[in-house]
């Protein structure tokens, strides 16, 4: 077997070995990619509401279109069907059989579960108070659920625990659904079995939900509908669209441009083995040091195919006319001092705390290291004596020419660098975007939708939690307990409109047993109960039912977990009481206070102080998660940057050199920031990422020029070698820009023209003795 076909074999087993890791690989493109590795307690919390929260589960829809009628006719057939699906746990639109189940597990467990039982709910005055409010509620709206019940629950039990079923906060009601403030849509509110981390069983239960209402809905109905799920849904789908098309788009437009140089379709195939190789290589290091490869890598992974394509075309375009032989003495040195830098600069970013940021890190540099390495070891061995391209000469003096013009601009270019870098300093305190909702993939349309539904329905965002642990459930639950009553003061007191808490319908068996001993026996309670309505308007006798209720309940058995399978406060409880490894955890939602105001951190923490409770401001973690991003990504690039210097100044041995190299790379970076924050972008770290990139590919082209003045001249195959590159470099990262997902926004309009720049600079601060 041939030298060459012996080298093609080990690259072609490597590849499918490489393959068959990928086609076993794991893809996502959940919000795991901007969660830390190593979570404090509160960003712990975090977690696991984006994963696991009712929150995360809930997806509110509107009908919209025709009249009122014919919405709610169309919200109870769509309720109707939904609630059939095992997609969904809970199904609500207002009417009194969407909450038939739970409001008789309710109704049979009233005593074990309101916490309004007591001894003094059973006095003659507390009795008389109960029952005079029972009988307010039969002449308003409510009295629909009142009225059923009065003799056998006339304290108003089970409506205070249905009203609690929705947090407290009820929509509208049109026609018997619930309807929004001013009536225009019918609306719904739904729970789904999957949990919110489930991209695929919330693609499931919206697409449930879209063919139902197809069904369902007749001529002029429209369907809105959003939640965390649909984001995760479209933001997933957003992303592999556009990892796809733009990839596409890059690999063709680098192909033809390639095509147009080579005019030879073989060299074009064996240019892209080391990009193919790099790209399977990346895959594989992350899939293998990960186990789960973020869909946002892989778009970053693609714009890598300019510069895993510069080797070959140094290759190609040198060794024409010198051979391998001389191209490997005489330019593979400054490649691989340029592969070097690539990777002290790509390699900074897998020392992050960040999944997102560290996969990044790491496909980069696999991908580099593995592209040079096949264009050094491989590339020859297949290509041959076909490696010669056409003549460069023509190309060659023209670039020369243009370098010589560019050279007259030092001086007014030293001037805008100097310009660029007061601009950037009197800008320091702005400009970083402070938020992490910068990265996010949702339109401002989608924002207000959602707003405007939430506001309607009354759902919760949880922004504010209270959490509290315990060694079991028992004890989380007391714990509950005990929060729930600081909480009720901040209620009473305005500071916060209510809270939901898993123990309103899972007690501690605490509880339960305190408010089983508070009902009286029927020689006790008759009594009573005649005094209390000696003057209602409800006599004594008919409720002997009450009676017999309340008998009944004092033999009850403690309701347990199991007791609420089958039914919404499953859910409701399961999502706020979460098993740890050794604790239970216990989180209780805030609403804030009527009329819009926001809710007091600084009083909330105030009256938990001394308690074993948390307060959480979930935006507040969201922004200190950002906070350490951007910090961390400053501390990364810093470090890679001066990893990169190092490299340089140990290699150049010259401090003339080291200069001439970086000043080019200083002046593009400061650029770029001082042109993107103009133009009104919106900076954040992913740009920062970026600015590290310029550095990296940049000093290619500074190391090249280094290298032209050493050899006493710019030969024309350099540099047409570099302008090719810098294109095929430019293409790759600059078509990210066109994305609509802000991550991979920000790398392409960084990189694209922090690219160009680099080559440009480079040649205007290229010493004298490179432009002859």
């Known amino acids: 077997m041939s030298r060459r076909a012996r080298a093609f074999l080990l690259w072609a087993l490597a590849m499918l070995a490489g393959a068959a890791i990928v086609w076993n690989s ?143 906060a009820q929509p509208a009601m049109r026609d018997g659904v619930w309807a929004s403030r001013d009536g225009s849509r019918a609306l719904l509110l739904l729970q789904t079995r999957a949990l919110g981390s489930d991209t695929d069983g919330q693609e499931a239960a919206i697409a449930a939900i879209r063919a139902d209402f197809a069904a369902a809905a007749g001529d002029g109905l429209r369907l809105v509908l959003s939640g965390p799920g649909r984001f995760a849904v479209e933001a997933r789908a957003t992303i592999k669209d556009e990892v796809s098309r733009l990839s596409m788009i890059g690999t063709l437009a680098i192909v033809a441009v390639l095509l147009v140089v080579y005019r030879s379709p073989r060299l074009v195939g064996l240019g892209l083995l080391p990009v193919a190789s790099g790209a399977l290589a990346g895959v594989v290091a992350v899939s293998l040091a990960f186990g789960t490869v973020f869909g946002i890598t892989v778009g970053f992974g693609s714009a890598l195919i300019g510069e895993a394509v510069d080797y070959s075309i140094y290759y190609f375009v040198q060794s024409g006319r010198l051979g391998v032989d001389a191209w490997r003495e005489r330019f593979w040195p400054t490649i691989r001092l340029g592969v070097a830098t690539s990777l002290c600069g790509f390699g900074a970013l897998m020392l992050s705390g960040f999944p997102g940021l560290a996969q990044l890190g790491l496909y980069a ?169 000696a003057d209602l308007p409800l006599a004594a006798d008919k409720l002997e039912p009450f009676v017999d209720a309340v008998d009944a309940a004092r033999r009850q058995a403690p309701i347990e977990r199991a007791d609420l399978d089958g039914s919404a406060l499953a859910l409701a409880v399961d999502s706020l009481l979460l098993p740890r490894a050794d604790t239970w955890s216990v989180l209780l939602p805030l609403r804030p206070p009527a009329g819009g105001a926001d809710v007091d951190p600084a009083a909330l923490r105030a009256a938990l102080a001394g308690s074993d409770a948390l307060f959480i401001d979930m935006k507040g973690e969201f922004d200190t998660l950002y906070a350490d991003y951007l910090g961390e990504a400053v501390a990364l690039s810093g470090a890679g940057l001066l990893a990169i210097v190092l490299l340089l100044a140990v290699t150049l041995r010259s401090p003339r050199r080291l200069a001439a190299v970086l000043l080019p790379l200083v002046v593009a970076v400061a650029l770029v920031v001082a042109g993107l924050h103009l133009a009104g972008e919106r900076l954040h770290l992913l740009h920062l990422v970026g600015l590290l990139l310029i550095v990296a590919v940049g000093s290619n082209y500074a190391l090249f020029f280094d290298h032209l003045e050493q050899a006493g001249g710019a030969d024309d195959e350099t540099l047409v070698a570099m302008g090719l590159a810098n294109l095929t470099t430019t293409i790759g990262f600059g078509t990210l820009g066109l994305s609509s997902v802000p991550v991979l926004h920000a790398v392409g309009v960084t990189v694209g023209p922090g690219a160009v720049l680099a080559l440009l600079l480079s040649a205007v601060f290229v010493p004298r003795g490179t432009a002859r």
Not at 115 to 137: H, N, Y
Not at 433 to 446: G, I, K, Y
């Open 26 to 168: 794991r893809f996502t493109a959940d919000m795991s990619f901007f969660l830390p590795s190593t979570p404090s307690a509160e960003q712990q919390v975090l977690i696991d509401q984006l994963k696991e929260g009712v929150v995360s589960r809930l997806l509110m829809v509107g009908i919209e279109g025709g009249d009122g009628a014919q919405r709610a006719a169309a919200s109870r057939t769509l309720r109707e069907r939904l609630a059939a699906r095992p997609d969904f746990v809970s199904v609500q639109n207002g009417e009194a059989g969407s909450i038939a189940a739970e409001r008789d597990l309710l109704f049979a467990r009233r005593y074990l579960l309101s916490p309004a039982v007591g001894p003094q709910r059973f006095t003659v005055d507390g009795l008389r108070d109960a029952i005079s409010g029972s009988i307010d509620l039969l002449a308003s709206p409510a009295g629909m659920l009142v009225k059923p019940f009065l003799t056998r629950d006339p304290t108003g039990e089970l409506y205070e625990l249905v009203s609690n079923l929705n947090g407290g």
């Open 365 to 533: 540099l696999s991908g580099v290291l593995t592209a040079a390495l096949v264009t050094r070891w491989l590339l020859p061995q297949l290509a041959g004596d076909a490696a010669a391209t056409r003549d460069p000469g023509p190309a060659g003096r023209r670039l020369r020419a243009a370098f010589a013009a560019l050279r007259r601009l030092r001086w007014p270019l030293l001037a805008l660098a100097v310009a660029a870098f007061a601009y950037l300093g009197q800008q320091r305190d702005r400009l970083w975007h402070p938020d992490l909702s910068v990265l996010s993939t949702v339109s401002a349309e989608a924002a207000a939708v959602d707003g405007a539904l939430r506001a309607d329905l009354g759902a919760p965002d949880a922004r504010y939690l209270v959490v509290v642990a315990g060694a079991d459930r028992e004890a989380a639950l007391q714990a509950a307990e005990r929060a729930g009553q600081r909480l009720d003061r901040l209620v009473a007191d305005g500071l916060i409109g209510g809270y939901d808490t898993p123990a309103r319908f899972l007690p501690s068996r605490a509880a339960q047993a305190a408010r089983l001993a508070s009902l009286p026996a029927p020689d006790e309670l008759r009594p009573r109960l005649r005094a209390a309505l």
